[in-house]
C-alpha cells in the first residue's frame, strides 16, 4: 500500500487516529519492507501431527496418564475448560502454538507465553508460564485445568525482594548479576513483557526532597518509534510505586525528548501510570549514566499537574519496579541497572 491507501485502510480501524498516531502507524508499515517477518506458525492439524510420533512411543504411552489438544480462539473470554482432570501431587507439560493478534497490518502480536494462562479448579491460583512451552507441578490444587487467552493486567490482583508482578506474569526477562564486582539487574526482554518489583518494608514517607538516583546502562532500544501509542509501546524503564497504586516510570525514549511526560497508553493501566523520559535518542547507548531525579516534585509536575494538594498525595513510597518490554515492535532492548537508592536529606535507602 501507498501512503494514501494505508490512511484510507486505519481509518477503517478501532486505532487512535491522530495524526501523530497515523505517522507512527505508516512508519512501522514501512519497516516491515526491510526487516524479516516471523515464519508462520504451524496450523492445528500440523500442530497435532508433529506430535503424534511422540504420543505412539510406548515410553511415552506408558508414562502418561492422559493428554489432550485444544484449540482456544484468540477472543475466547476466560475460562475453558481442558476436560484434564488433575490430582496434587501430579506434573503436567503444556505446548502452545499461534498468535494472539494486536494488528495483522503492522504485524504486532502475543505469543502463548504472554497470553495464555492457566489455572487448576474453578478457584485456584492464576499463573502463566515462562515460554510457549511449560512444565508444572500441582503442588497444593486439585481440579479442573482451565486456560485462558487474556491480555496481561486485566486480571484482579492478589499479591521477598524481587517478584514479578503476577498479573504480567513470569517470564525470564531478569536476573541478578554484577558488573565489575557490583550488583546490578540485567533487564532483556524476549518478545514479551514483565515488571519486576520490590517491596520497601517498611514503607517509605513520602515527602518533599525525596530524590530518586540510579545508574545504568542501556544497549539497545526496544522500539523504533514514539513509544506513547498502544501498538509502539516497548521500553525499558526504573519506576516507583505509590500507595495510592499509582506510578511513576522513568524511561529511555526512541525519540520522544526528554522531559516529555505521558499517562500509560494502555487501557488497563491508564490514570494508573505516568510515564516521564529521562534520556531519548541512540547517542548515549553503551554508556554507564547516572541519573537523579526529584520524586516528589515530579510527581507534583506530571500526575497534580503542577498542583500540589496535600489531598491528593499520596502519603508512602511502597515498590520499586523494572519494567522491560519488546512484545509489539520485536526490537532487541537490553538494560543494566545499578547504585539504585532512595535519599530524604542525609538518610538514603539502598534497593540494589
Known sequence: MNREEFQAHWSTLTESQAPHAVDAAWRRYQSLSTSQRDVD???????????QDFLNDGNVKNALLEH??????????PWSATGIHIQQGQVISTFASGR???????????????????????????FNSTGDSNTFESIDESGELFIANQFPGQFGEPDADWSYLWFLGKSEIYH??????????????????????????PPLAFEPNTVVSWTWLLMSLPSRLREDLTFT???????FEFENGRD???????????????????????????????????????????ERRDLYADYIKYIEQGR??????????????????NRWQRYEGEMFVRDLKIEQGERALEIL
Open 68 to 77: 489432550k489438544f485444544v484449540t482456544l480462539a484468540a477472543n475466547t473470554i
Open 41 to 51: 506458525d504451524p496450523s492445528a492439524e500440523e500442530f497435532i501431527g508433529t506430535f
Open 248 to 290: 511513576l516510570t522513568y524511561t529511555w525514549s526512541w525519540e520522544l525528548p526528554k522531559d516529555c511526560g505521558y499517562w500509560c497508553p494502555l487501557p488497563a493501566w491508564a490514570d494508573r501510570e505516568f510515564h516521564v523520559v529521562v534520556r531519548s535518542g541512540t547517542e548515549e547507548l553503551g554508556e554507564w549514566l547516572e
Open 100 to 126: 494472539a493478534w494486536r494488528s495483522r497490518v503492522l504485524d504486532m502480536y502475543l505469543r502463548p507465553q504472554f497470553a495464555l494462562w492457566y489455572k487448576i479448579g474453578l478457584n485456584g491460583r492464576v
Open 233 to 239: 509501546h516497548d521500553y525499558l524503564s526504573v519506576a
Open 176 to 201: 541478578l548479576t554484577d558488573w565489575s564486582g557490583q550488583p546490578c539487574m540485567h533487564c532483556k526482554p524476549d518478545l514479551n513483557t514483565g515488571i519486576l518489583q520490590k517491596n520497601l518494608s
Open 308 to 325: 500540589e494538594d496535600d489531598r491528593k498525595m499520596p502519603r508512602q513510597v511502597v515498590r520499586v519496579w523494572f519494567i522491560a518490554g
